[in-house]
């Protein structure tokens, strides 16, 4: 039961978010796109740092000095994996006026998607090895780390689902529910990924450490790649950055406090 809650608490913060096009007539002002945006950054940042790559390092002491080396290989593996899908998988970034990755006839609203669809995967990996990890006993991953990891990804995908679902109303004159729709599903890619984790992990227990680092890797890449340009674009771009600072250091205080 703590096991699904756990890997369905993040949806569900896709799926409140996405709700807001119900009781909001206008798309999010620029200044809270910034806002939300860093905090979504600093979020995955410590979220990287305190429940992946130290405690991959943490399952690797037995290396000695090398205890280094999975963090960093898995690391780097993610940061490669995602950048091979941002050129393998259509989509189309809020605000951008072309869209990436090979050429398609798709609608803009599915490359929309798709573009938080591809944010979605590293988060829902994450959970996926964390929760991996307090299943095998082969880390010092604690039930209460592993729900601070979810309950901060939960807290910065609620304004994701609404920068997903407000556009697609505003912009594309889309009904409500359709809007809705799109946003919720953006988010269920995490739960299908995290499960998918967890299965290769019971396989695999002794690339756990390599699994926590690639997971880090690609929230990395989405931060560098994607939300940190777009929250310092333009105008109000210091509100993105104090974003990012209060999204750093609540994660922080829910991993260290809790974990």
Known sequence: MELWLGLLLPFLGTTLGAAGVFFLK???RPRIQKSMLGFASGVM????VWSLLIPAMDASQEMGK????PAAVGFLAGIFFLLAM???IPHLHLGAKEAEGPCCQLKKTTMLVLAVTIHNIPEGMALGV????ILSSSTEITVAGAFALSLGIAIQNFPEGAIVSLPLKGEEGMKKGRAFLYGMLSGIVEPIAAVVTIFLSGMLTLLLPYLLSFAAGAMIYVVVEELV???SQGEHSNLGTIGFAMGFVLMMILDVALG
């Open 26 to 28: 206008k798309e999010l």
């Open 229 to 231: 340009p777009e929250a």
């Open 45 to 48: 940042v410590a979220a990287s």
């Open 66 to 69: 090398l205890s280094f080396l």
């Open 86 to 88: 941002d050129h393998l």
């Open 130 to 133: 964390v929760f991996a990890g």
